[in-house]
Structures are given as structure tokens and as C-alpha cells.
């Protein structure tokens, strides 16, 4: 996407960019928040005294916290990519705006300023 945008490629109305930013910043919140609940699950019972029950608990801990590529690890992950999500809209937003008040300043020197 961030291609797109340098080649001018990818076209929004004004205002959605920024809103998408928005999103992207409110869905890192609601990832981090369940990466905060995921710690809580290193540690999980409920599946008897048998050594299996402790292996298989055990087992799901990991996946959750510390195992090889965990939950932690593949939430981390995705909060990076909407970041970065996040930080390709408002540059979109930015690049529109600049655009616009270019245009606008053009039209300006040209002639009667535009109402605004």
C-alpha cells in the first residue's frame, strides 16, 4: 500500500484517510489490551492431576506466552502492521491536504481567492 500512495496510485475522499488512521489506532488499543489478558494464560489449570493433564497444560501455556512463536509474538506482530497501517493513512491524509492547499494557493494567485 505504502507503493501505491508514493505513486500516487491510491485515491481517498478527504477525511477517510484520517478516519482509517483512527481506527487503526483504536484496533491497536483493542490488540494491546488483549495481549495484556494473553499473559494471563501462561499459567492454566483445569486439566486434572495426571501428568498428561500438566504436559497439556503446560503445552497451551506456551502457546500463549514464551512457546515458539506465541500468541504474545503473533499480537506484537499484528500491532506493528496496523502501525504501520495507521502511519500510511495519515500520510495519505497529509499528502491530500498539501495537495489541496497547493491547488487552492494556485488558484488564489491566479485570481479571486477562494472562499474557504
Given amino acids: 500500500m505504502g507503493a501505491a500512495i508514493d505513486g500516487g496510485n491510491l485515491y481517498l475522499e478527504r477525511g477517510a ?17 488483549i495481549q495484556l489478558k494473553a499473559k494471563g494464560l501462561e ?16 503445552k497451551f501455556g506456551k502457546k500463549a506466552v514464551g512457546g515458539e512463536y506465541s500468541m504474545l509474538q503473533a499480537l506484537d506482530d499484528h500491532i506493528k502492521v496496523v502501525q504501520e497501517m495507521q502511519q500510511t493513512f495519515e ?5 491530500y491536504v498539501a495537495s489541496e492547499e497547493r491547488g487552492i494557493a494556485g488558484i ?3 485570481g479571486a481567492p477562494l472562499d474557504r
Fill in 17 to 33: 484517510a484520517q478516519r482509517c488512521a483512527q481506527r487503526c489506532a483504536e484496533f491497536v488499543g483493542d490488540l494491546q489490551d
Fill in 43 to 58: 499459567r492454566i489449570d483445569g486439566f486434572g492431576d495426571l501428568q498428561s493433564g500438566a504436559t497439556l497444560a503446560a
Fill in 91 to 95: 500520510k495519505i491524509e497529509m499528502m
Fill in 108 to 110: 488564489d494567485s491566479a
